[in-house]
């Protein structure tokens, strides 16, 4: 009787991978272009879709900062959004992504927040999205 426990024990002790994905994926986002806005993303696997609640304690009052999910690193986005979030609104967004949490950590990819929709070339936070294994 010890010995299968023992083994499902271990089992689960080395198969880090399949355990994380079922976990919460946590984002620390930094500041961009002097912008002081640093925060953090917090992924959600909820079946074939994953929230993400996105928290920037010190985001502008009263601007709407579009943020995305996109391939790459910070250091080198792909410039085309993979997929789009809800605007950063009140230092807060949260977006179901209509893809699981699997297939957002099967590429290596990055949130970014731009300044406004108006200058959306402005990135003011960006952060890897890293599975912890």
């Not at 502008?60 to 410039?79: M, N, T, Y």
């Not at 970014?112 to 890897?128: D, L, M, P, R, T």
Request: hydrophobic share 45%.
């Amino acid at each position: 009787m010890r010995r299968p426990l023992m083994i499902l024990l271990l089992a689960g002790l080395f198969s880090n991978v399949a355990l994380a994905l079922d976990d919460d994926v946590t984002v620390k986002l930094e500041a961009q272009n002097n912008s002081g806005q640093n925060g953090v993303a917090t992924l959600f696997p909820e079946g074939n879709k994953t929230r993400v609640v996105i928290v920037i304690p010190n985001a502008p009052a009263g601007v709407a900062q579009p943020a995305h999910i996109h391939l790459g690193s910070c250091d080198k986005l792909d410039k085309a959004p993979k997929w789009k979030l809800e605007a950063v609104k009140g230092g807060r967004s949260v977006t179901m992504v209509p893809v699981s949490l699997d297939t957002i950590l099967k590429d290596k990819t990055a949130i970014n927040v731009h300044k406004s929709a108006a200058e959306a070339q402005i990135y003011v936070s960006c952060g890897n999205i890293i599975a912890v294994m």
